[in-house]
């Protein structure tokens, strides 16, 4: 019962990705070919509110669910990240053809196949963990 409210936010995220057709293979396929203003939407939507609740919880404004107040620790401005990570994320995009956040919502819509995309990705986490210490942070 503890992560109840967790499963509930969650359901409704997918839910809702689900119905803006966040995971159609058509949509990401009419984003990257600049034909659709749909997808770009999305995104913008999604960071404008994700930089006003990061504003709000570094002036406090907001806690967290245990009512602490979030800390954010500046990191190392290396550019060589930003541009690997995106460059690895956007090549798993490019060759799955959805967004790595919708695996769940995918297999929960009933693309069973999508289950191999998911073993994929847990994978990855687990060597990324066995690697974590020999990378650049």
């Known amino acids: 019962m503890k992560f109840f409210k967790y499963i509930i936010v969650g359901f409704f995220f997918g839910f809702s990705m689900y119905k803006l057709e966040a ?52 990191k190392a401005k290396t550019w ?15 060759l799955t053809g959805v967004c790595s956040g919708m695996m769940f ?7 069973t196949v999508f289950a191999a995309f998911l073993a994929s990705a847990m994978l990855g986490t687990f060597f990324y963990g066995m690697a974590k210490d020999y990378l650049p942070h």
């Open 23 to 74: 995971i159609s293979f058509f949509r990401i396929y009419e984003m990257f070919h600049f034909q659709s203003f749909h997808m770009y939407g999305i995104i913008m939507s999604a960071i404008a509110i994700g930089i006003v609740i990061t504003q709000l919880f570094k002036r406090g404004m907001i806690k967290t669910s245990t009512g602490e107040t979030k800390t954010f620790n500046p």
């Open 105 to 111: 919502v995918l297999l929960g819509a009933g693309y």
């Open 80 to 94: 060589m990240r930003y541009i690997l990570g995106g460059t690895i994320f956007g090549v798993g995009w490019a």
